[in-house]
C-alpha cells in the first residue's frame, strides 16, 4: 500500500488514520478504496486493521463531504454527518473545546468475505472513533479536493 496520492485524516497522537486511496472517476461517480489504518508508536508505519474495495461515492457527495470538512477545521460548523448514498463510509464529526471527535462507520459489504459475511447476518457497519486538530481536518479536506478532482 503507498501512501502517495492518497487523503488521510490522522489522529492526534497520530495512532489512528482513515485513508482514501485509488481514487477512479466513472461518469458522475467516484470509486474509492477506504481503509482504518493503526499503529502502537507513531514511528512504526499503520497498518491497515479493515479495508472496504470499490466504494463508489457520486462526486457531488465527496464534494460536499471536502467542504463540510473544510467548515468544520475552519470553526464555521460545529457538527456535521456524511451519510453514503449507498454502501459506504458514514462520517459523524463534532466539535469540542480543543479538538473535534471523529466517529467513522465503514460498511462491511465492501470487505473482505469473513467481514462480508458477518454484515449478510445483520453486522452491517463497524466503526471507529478518534480526535483530531482542525489542521488534520484542513488536511483531509486538501486531499479529498486533489484526489477527486485531479485532472
Given at each position: 500500500?503507498?501512501?502517495d496520492?492518497v487523503?488521510?485524516?490522522?489522529?492526534?497522537?497520530?495512532?489512528?488514520?482513515?485513508?482514501?486511496?485509488?481514487?477512479?472517476?466513472?461518469?458522475?461517480?467516484?470509486?474509492?478504496?477506504?481503509?482504518?489504518?493503526?499503529?502502537?508508536t507513531?514511528?512504526?508505519?499503520?497498518?491497515?486493521?479493515?479495508?472496504?474495495?470499490?466504494?463508489?461515492?457520486?462526486?457531488?457527495?465527496?464534494?460536499?463531504?471536502?467542504?463540510?470538512?473544510?467548515?468544520?477545521?475552519?470553526?464555521?460548523?460545529?457538527?456535521?454527518?456524511?451519510?453514503?448514498?449507498?454502501p459506504?463510509?458514514?462520517?459523524?464529526?463534532?466539535?469540542?473545546q480543543?479538538?473535534?471527535?471523529?466517529?467513522?462507520?465503514?460498511?462491511?459489504?465492501?470487505?473482505?468475505?469473513?467481514?462480508k459475511?458477518?454484515?449478510?447476518?445483520?453486522?452491517?457497519?463497524?466503526?471507529?472513533?478518534?480526535?483530531?486538530?482542525?489542521?488534520?481536518?484542513?488536511?483531509?479536506?486538501?486531499?479529498?479536493?486533489?484526489?477527486?478532482?485531479?485532472?
Amino acid at each position: 500500500m503507498s501512501f502517495d496520492s492518497v487523503a488521510i485524516l490522522k489522529d492526534e497522537r497520530d495512532l489512528l488514520w482513515l485513508m482514501f486511496d485509488d481514487f477512479r472517476a466513472r461518469g458522475d461517480d467516484r470509486i474509492v478504496d477506504i481503509h482504518f489504518l493503526a499503529r502502537e508508536t507513531p514511528d512504526q508505519p499503520p497498518v491497515p486493521f479493515l479495508s472496504a474495495w470499490g466504494v463508489v461515492e457520486p462526486a457531488a457527495g465527496l464534494r460536499s463531504l471536502a467542504d463540510s470538512v473544510g467548515k468544520m477545521a475552519e470553526g464555521e460548523l460545529r457538527a456535521l454527518r456524511h451519510d453514503p448514498i449507498g454502501p459506504g463510509l458514514s462520517m459523524e464529526v463534532k466539535s469540542g473545546q480543543h479538538s473535534f471527535e471523529v466517529v467513522l462507520w465503514l460498511d462491511m459489504v465492501d470487505t473482505n468475505p469473513a467481514f462480508k459475511a458477518r454484515a449478510m447476518r445483520g453486522r452491517h457497519q463497524t466503526g471507529m472513533r478518534m480526535f483530531v486538530n482542525a489542521d488534520a481536518l484542513a488536511e483531509l479536506r486538501a486531499g479529498l479536493l486533489q484526489l477527486a478532482w485531479a485532472s
